[in-house]
């Protein structure tokens, strides 16, 4: 199963150091690690969730570094997308696989796949084992639906402000974090409660 | 993308000051009291969730707001759901109220108090009694609770299997088996009326029922599958969907669980099948086989499988369910999506084979026919390949009890996918995750594996940073005493690899007339015929060719303007990690022969890669660190490749091209060139040392550096002094010509600057250690004992001597408390 997917930058941002990525969502599927599997249970509930957030930004981090060594061995220049160009943005994305050690951050090894679409960075962090060329669709599915329903290309901030939208997309397109064999007409009967959520 | 605007806003969610958080808090808990919730309060909880989310500190919500925000989990609005969800899973429950959310209910909560109440169980048991409440849920009947909590079931016992496998009990699992066959196995072959998840009006007055269809529009002629598709879908289609989607990671959980006790497993599942003979007349999950019309190969070559336990019955549905899979996967689909997930389902279906067969070996010959085939049809298109790497698993765990030949699928594998597929992120990372995972079985069924090492590199030359940690892991297992010096050479190119795999992905992406590879003068000698050899070496797919090629300079002159290439120096970066497991590992797996090969192949190729001048740098840090270790370890290969080493040692050019290690080679050679280290050290090769280093040292003090060269570094000249003297102090007839120098050495530098040295402190330091030598030699048997110590001296072990070592040890915790 898939146990966590980010949004997050993948370009310099003004007020953090050079590396640094600033997590624009995340949603970590499944109970509390800590609490259910016993290692950290000595670890109060706001420590626990404090280790949670610094796990999330490795994520972030290392693949902010991924995607940008990435660009720059390929040495494609990004071409600007505006709203209404999502699809072409998403063809141009950069996509590619984080191998996270066991330990590094999370107990287990994890594999954690990324979708570069300009300056922000989707990802999905799943267990090695799972079949990731599903995950991949799936992400590149969930990556097209933030960039219309919360318009991240425009330069608003409605991926803060209208993050529940995320939350209802990851409630039909990744249940609990599974990941699911749709064909086009089970996507399509999903995609359809989406639109008359996001109508709404 | 990212505006400024997100990122004040994330500002001020933090630094929010408290006064006005509480006043937000308020204003917040008096909209929710009001009848209607408008939207300013849905614009509210969104601020309230960005305010807690921003942090990574938790913030405690007022009891009153908390408790104003627990019904609006239930209420009928989804979109209050979503962010009531959101918000609570970012705080703490309120003490004493962690099971506040109904959990008797849990089975009927929406999908998002579900989430909530998932993320906030604090033990195994709460997951537990979860988990008992979600299978007693799947037991009861289905129109008992509302249709769409159904649908949430797996993917959150999944979640819970995940993290705590152990939550399930003996007849939980059963339990969960009966269910996924008849899911997976007997869901309805008709169409769903409009509606996605039977309404309240489907069902009595449905017109005459549509068959469902196959992807190709034809009509399906068996049971559905998640290739099924019509124009709406039933309960039970949408829990097919579901139930295979985690099948996978049940068999193997379950896999798992039943391993660890096969005797008590055994006299379970016989208790099973004969409670389960008994029960047979009433048991309601054993339908008929196929409800009449339809049969089709898979049904038909399928066993009575009724009398078997669960578990069992569960594996062959399973295995029953891939096969047809697999047959759909050849139909062609209409839309681009749907040819997508033929693939994923295509790479799903081999590994619940895969996973069924390991656990019931009889199955294997049952599955080899379809396997074989599938590989068959798919092997000629690299398109496929992220498929055929689990079919590679399939014929690794099971062609050997089968018997059958899986060369062809090696050649695949370690032959076109890395040559061809070099540039593919996804499969380079499935690839050698395979391998790293396989390791062992590798190792010892498939010994083309080692062989291969110079194509499986290629993935490193592409995309080093994605791909190192895996060869970390992976290249221990690629040195043998028959690899080490070509994979050597090999590392040691690989920013050539490098280049030319760029080059390479040119000229088949640009036609040759196209302009964007014009003005690449290694453009044109990769198409070249005149330099072909020399980069189809480089491209080779296996090793065993030679270890290297005679004109390597030629191939790094060509390839000199690739030095500021982005992927090429990212490759550079990481050879030195690179090298150091290797000659951890080689130390390991080489004779002193072999060890010996090594140390040329260092001398060698110290001067001979490609320039730049960081990676020479690095590589040359490297080599000394190991010339060193191998030195020390083995004594005596000084004195066998005691002539490549002086013939190095003695040529003053080194000393300002190859500091590092002309350094390290000339203290080698003072400190093991004695008849300690091997008696065959006679005083004819002391000698012979001693003035081809004697004359490097003159040749370096006595005038300026060659034009172009800096100054010789002061480590370097006190290195040699130093050997000198260590030589001296073994061979007594030396010692008056060292004198001699160093005494013409301390005359020159007072009288002011000298050109090899312009830092007077290091002149100072130069001169003060030659002092330091002579005087030494002035006693020659001292000088011995110090410059050549017995090894009982410089491997002391006293302190392992409890007589010796008590009053040390004494000694030293007086010191330490002492000096508080």
Same mark, same amino acid.
């Given at each position: ?8 930058? &993948? ?5 953090? @150091? ?37 796990? #999330? @930004? ?7 570094? /991924? ?40 107990? *287990? ?25 599903? /995950? ?5 599915? #969930?990556?097209?639906?933030?960039? *219309? ?52 | ?52 989310? /921003? ?9 009153? +707001? ?7 989990? @239930? ?11 959101? &918000? +609570? ?25 579900? /989430? ?37 079931? +797996? ?73 099924? &598709? ?42 099973? @099948? ?113 498929? #055929? ?52 079985? #590798? ?94 070496? +480089? ?21 000199? *303007? ?12 990481? &050879? ?195 002092? *330091? ?48």
């Amino acid at each position: 199963m898939v146990r966590c997917f980010l949004i997050n930058t &993948v370009c310099p941002v003004g007020a953090l @150091s050079a590396g640094e990525s600033r997590v624009l969502y995340s949603r970590v599927f499944g109970p509390d690690v800590g609490a259910v599997s016993g290692q950290q249970q000595q670890l109060s509930p706001e420590e626990r969730r404090l280790l949670q957030e610094e796990k #999330l @930004s490795v994520v972030a981090r290392q693949v902010r570094s /991924a995607v940008s060594l990435s660009r720059e061995a390929s040495g494609r220049l990004l071409v600007e997308a505006v709203p209404g160009e999502e699809a072409l943005a998403l063809q141009d994305a950069d996509s590619g696989v984080v191998r996270l050690r066991a330990g590094d951050p999370f107990s *287990e090894e994890m594999s954690a796949l990324w979708l570069g679409v300009q300056s922000l960075g989707f990802v999905l962090v799943c267990e090695p084992h799972e079949n990731l060329l599903l /995950a991949e669709g799936t992400l590149r599915n #969930l990556t097209r639906h933030c960039l *219309e329903h919360v318009h991240l290309l425009g330069g608003g901030s409605e991926v803060l402000l209208k993050s529940s939208r995320i939350d209802v997309l990851l409630s039909r397109l990744l249940p609990h974090g599974q990941l699911l064999f749709l064909n086009h007409r089970f996507a399509q009967s999903l995609e359809k409660e989406v639109a008359a959520y996001m109508a709404k | 993308m990212y505006s400024h605007g997100s990122e004040s806003l994330i500002k001020q969610a933090r630094e929010i000051q408290e006064s006005e958080l509480q006043k937000f808090y308020s204003r917040l808990v008096k909209l929710l009291q009001g009848k209607e919730i408008g939207h300013e309060t849905v614009d509210s909880l969104q601020r309230l969730h960005l305010i807690l989310s /921003a942090t990574k500190y938790t913030r405690t919500l007022p009891s009153e +707001l908390q408790k104003r925000l627990v019904p609006l989990l @239930s209420s009928p609005s989804e979109q209050l759901q979503v962010l009531s969800s959101a &918000v +609570l899973r970012e705080t703490l429950p309120l003490s004493g109220q962690e099971h506040n959310y109904n959990q008797e209910h849990f089975s009927q909560l929406n999908s998002h108090a579900a /989430a909530l109440l998932l993320s906030q169980t604090g033990s195994r048991a709460d997951l537990s009694s979860l988990c008992a409440q979600l299978l007693r849920s799947l037991e009861s009947r289905p129109s008992e609770g509302p249709s769409h909590t159904l649908t949430n079931t +797996l993917p959150i016992l999944n979640t819970i299997l995940t993290h705590s496998p152990e939550c399930l009990t003996e007849d939980n699992m059963t339990v969960l088996s009966k269910k996924l066959v008849d899911w997976l196995r007997y869901a309805s072959i008709t169409q769903g009326g409009g509606a996605s998840s039977g309404g309240f009006f489907t069902g009595p007055r449905s017109r005459q029922p549509v068959p469902i269809a196959e992807l190709d529009g034809s009509v399906s002629g068996d049971f559905f599958t998640v290739l099924c &598709v019509g124009q709406g879908f039933t309960e039970d289609q949408w829990m097919n969907v579901y139930s295979f989607s985690m099948l996978r990671h049940w068999l193997l959980t379950y896999h798992s669980g039943s391993n660890g006790n096969t005797t008590a497993d055994a006299a379970n599942r016989l208790q099973l @099948s004969l409670s389960l003979s008994h029960s047979h007349s009433f048991s309601n999950d054993d339908r008929s086989e196929v409800d009449g019309s339809v049969v089709s190969m898979v049904s038909a070559t399928s066993s009575s499988s009724r009398l078997l336990p669960p578990k069992e019955r569960l594996r062959e549905k399973a295995f029953q369910y891939c096969q047809r899979l697999i047959e759909q996967c050849d139909r062609k689909a209409h839309k681009r999506t749907d040819t997508d997930l033929q693939k994923a389902c295509l790479v799903e279906a081999v590994c619940i084979l895969d996973c069924v067969c390991v656990e019931d070996a009889s199955l294997v010959y049952r599955a080899f026919p379809c396997i074989k085939a599938l590989y068959g049809r798919l092997s000629s298109d690299l398109s496929f390949a992220r498929v #055929l790497l689990p079919l590679a698993q399939f014929y690794l765990n099971h062609g050997e009890m089968a018997a059958v030949d899986c060369e062809c699928v090696w050649k695949l594998v370690f032959s076109r996918f890395p040559a061809e597929l070099f540039n593919d992120p996804f499969l380079a990372h499935e690839l050698l995750r395979f391998l790293r995972v396989n390791l062992e079985s #590798l190792q010892l069924r498939v010994p083309q594996y080692t062989r291969s090492f110079p194509n499986l590199l290629k993935f490193l030359a592409w995309d080093s940073p994605a791909v190192v940690d895996d060869f970390v892991d992976l290249l221990p297992s690629l040195v043998t005493a028959g690899t080490a010096v070509e994979l050597l050479h090999t590392l040691l190119d690989l920013p050539c690899l490098s280049a030319t795999l760029v080059l390479q992905f040119r000229s088949t992406c640009l036609p040759i007339s196209e302009s964007g590879g014009r003005g690449l003068m290694s453009l044109d000698a990769f198409r070249s015929p005149s330099y072909r050899g020399l980069f189809l070496f +480089l491209l080779r797919g296996e090793a065993g060719s030679g270890d290297t090629i005679d004109r390597l300079s030629t191939l790094h002159e060509l390839l000199a *303007e690739a030095a500021d290439w982005p992927r090429v120096i990212q490759c550079t970066q990481t &050879v030195p990690v690179l090298l150091h497991i290797f000659f951890n590992k080689v130390i390991m797996v080489a004779d002193e022969k072999l060890l010996a090969h090594l140390i040329l192949v260092q001398l060698e190729r110290s001067g001979l890669l490609l320039n730049i001048p960081n990676y020479i740098k690095e590589i040359h840090r490297v080599f000394s660190c190991h010339l060193l270790r191998l030195c020390k370890l083995h004594p005596s290969l000084v004195v066998d490749q005691s002539h490549e080493l002086l013939e190095f040692a003695g040529t003053t050019a080194n000393v300002y091209s190859k500091e590092e290690i002309y350094t390290h080679v000339v203290w080698v050679l003072g400190e093991y060139l004695s008849v300690s280290c091997d008696s065959r050290c006679s005083v004819r090769l002391i000698t012979s040392c001693f003035e081809a280093l004697e004359a490097v040292l003159f040749e370096i003090t006595s005038s300026a550096p060659p034009p172009g060269a800096c100054r010789p570094a002061p480590r370097v000249i006190t290195t040699l002094m130093s050997a000198l003297a260590k030589l001296a102090s073994r061979s007594h007839d030396l010692i008056p010509r060292v004198s001699l120098f160093l005494s013409k050495l301390r005359t020159v530098a007072r009288g002011g600057s000298v050109p090899w040295c312009s830092d007077e402190e290091d002149l100072v330091a130069i001169v003060t250690r030659g002092e *330091e030598l002579w005087s030494l030699l002035k006693a020659p048997g001292v000088a011995q004992s110090v410059l050549t110590p017995p090894p009982h001296v410089t491997t002391p072990q006293w302190h392992r001597d409890t007589n010796v070592a008590m009053p040390l040890r004494l000694r030293l915790l007086t010191s330490l408390t002492h000096s508080q």
